[in-house]
């Protein structure tokens, strides 16, 4: 029987009433090549790492040769030998090809004359004359056959192998695979290194590269901190030696007064895995300080556990000078247009001196232009000195602020309550209108005309929008509505109705006025 014979008859065998493979038969002399390959057993047979087994293989079986065989496409080489000195020998006359397609684990020939297979092989005819040949087959843990453990006699053994013998050489050859096996893991596991050490060093290639091709100063530290890698822009910046600012050497280039300040957010944002985010001055290589933007964001592994920080510095110099600059101006038109209100209510009470009669009026007029100053100076650019308490895009706030004449000793006459909404300076004039002529009307016939009279006002947002309810309490009781619209009360529905496309119920209850005023959400902020 030829060896494509054994391939496609001897690799089945019964067990339990059910048909098994022993293993795989399909497998080609390539795919036999790559996993043989995957051993790296060349010159195996100078470092002796089987011979122990080969000389125990021969004394069990009582013979003056064992090999470990490993076949190859055209040869058979022997990665150990007891009594036997060639280092190999052609596939064609080799007894292991057969034994390691067989399908009995062990394959005994007692004559190998009297055996139709063999009674021609050279190594038969001629020296060393082999008659008795037992093989334990070596199998790859994928199943592909690679040679065996075998042992030779030249005399003939009708009796074959004692069971003893044969269960001994079986595990002989289990021992062989798990020698070769550990040496195949140990040059997959260094292939697997150097591999991730070539995909490494690689990928960092690759990111210094995009690193120092970026305008921005990049950088990254170990978790704890520890800067340990700066782009080529960093240095070409500050102009410091490569290495320099390893380590916390980094603050050195810092403009003194921003020092602690940068390093007291660097340490909280080590402690919380927070992004880090600040505004600095940083030494730039000509000796003035620039100002850049410091950013750096945690990497984190599939624990959560941070094993990296990657930060950037950008810089917005020119950018930190034309805003600082915008701002002066804009204060400065703030502090015009504020002039310009107090010029106007300067002539009004000059006119109300030459024209007693006018007086009346010039109050209310004054009053007016006050509250618009007022909301003005709530909403207009503002330095961190003059800038008021609340938010200035709190509509609380800016309620707040034009209250805050009717606050009493104790507390404020006029409560605000509910929810919150952000205002801009396109709203804020009309809402200050609003508030005042209603604030005003209270304070001359309503709850705020007496001591014990108080005023809440209830903002409640209402899908897309805003209600608002002014509720008069304690005051004088009402005994009807007026029968005429005053011209606060005109300007009331002009500022919430014109100008903020609201809609305004007044109800004149006894006990006080109450005024709902309903107001679309997007009319207090520009989108």
Request: aromatic share 8%; hydrophobic share 40%.
């Amino acid at each position: 029987m030829d060896e494509q014979e054994f391939r496609t008859s001897a690799f089945t065998a019964q067990e339990d009433g059910e048909t098994r493979m022993l293993h795989p038969l399909a497998c080609t002399e390539t795919q036999r090549t790559e996993v043989i390959g995957a051993y790296d057993l060349a010159g195996y047979r100078e470092s002796g790492g089987l011979d122990d087994l080969a000389a125990f293989a021969a004394e069990l079986c009582d013979t003056p040769v064992a090999l470990v065989s490993l076949v190859e496409a055209d040869h058979q080489q022997f990665l150990a030998a007891v009594g036997f000195d060639q280092p190999q020998t052609e596939r064609d006359t080799s007894f292991c090809a057969q034994a390691m397609m067989a399908a009995d684990p062990v394959t005994v020939v007692p004559d190998a004359r009297e055996d139709a297979r063999f009674a021609g092989f050279s190594l038969v005819v001629g020296a060393p004359h082999i008659r008795f040949y037992a093989g334990a087959r070596l199998l790859s843990h994928e199943g592909v056959p690679l040679g065996a453990i075998c042992v030779i006699s030249p005399e003939p053994r009708p009796q074959g192998l004692t069971d003893f013998q044969r269960r001994g050489l079986e595990i002989l050859a289990t021992a062989v695979m798990g020698r070769l096996q550990d040496r195949r893991a140990q040059r997959e596991h260094l292939q697997t290194v150097e591999e991730s050490d070539a995909r490494i060093a690689d990928s960092e290639r690759r990111f210094r590269t995009l690193a120092d091709t970026m305008p921005q100063m990049v950088w990254s530290t170990l978790p704890d901190g520890y800067h340990d890698y700066y782009n080529a822009r960093w240095y070409d910046f500050t102009g410091m030696p490569d290495g320099s600012t390893d380590g916390a050497a980094w603050s050195g280039v810092f403009h003194p007064e921003d020092q602690d300040r940068a390093r007291a957010r660097w340490q909280h944002s080590l402690a919380t895995g927070e992004p880090y985010q600040i505004e600095y001055r940083l030494r730039h290589r000509d000796g003035t300080y620039r100002w850049v933007l410091g950013r750096a964001l945690p990497i984190r592994d599939a624990q959560g556990q941070i094993t990296r920080w990657f930060g950037t510095c950008t810089d917005i110099h020119e950018q930190k000078l034309a805003l600082e600059e915008r701002e002066i101006v804009s204060q400065e038109l703030s502090h015009r247009i504020k002039n310009i209100f107090a010029v106007i209510s300067g002539l009004i009470g000059f006119a109300a001196r030459s024209h007693p009669g006018f007086a009346g009026i010039a109050s209310d007029l004054r009053d007016r232009i006050t509250a618009l100053g007022r909301a003005h100076d709530f909403v207009r650019p503002h330095s961190e000195q003059s800038r008021p308490r609340s938010r200035q895009d709190s509509l609380h706030g800016l309620l707040d602020d034009l209250f805050e004449p009717y606050r009493g000793r104790s507390e404020a006459r006029i409560r605000v309550s509910g929810d919150d909404v952000l205002v801009d300076d396109r709203s804020a004039t009309p809402l200050a209108l609003l508030f005042h002529e209603l604030a005003t009307n209270a304070a001359k016939y309503g709850a705020l005309s007496v001591m014990a009279g108080m005023v809440d006002l209830e903002v409640q947002r209402q899908g897309d929008m805003v209600q608002l309810c002014w509720i008069e309490r304690d005051g004088p009781v009402l005994e009807a509505a007026p029968v005429h619209a005053g011209f606060g009360s005109q300007l009331v529905e002009l500022s919430a109705v014109r100008q903020l496309g609201g809609e305004v119920e007044r109800d004149w209850n006894p006990t006080g006025l109450v005024v709902t005023i309903r107001v679309p959400l997007a009319s207090f902020r520009r989108p």
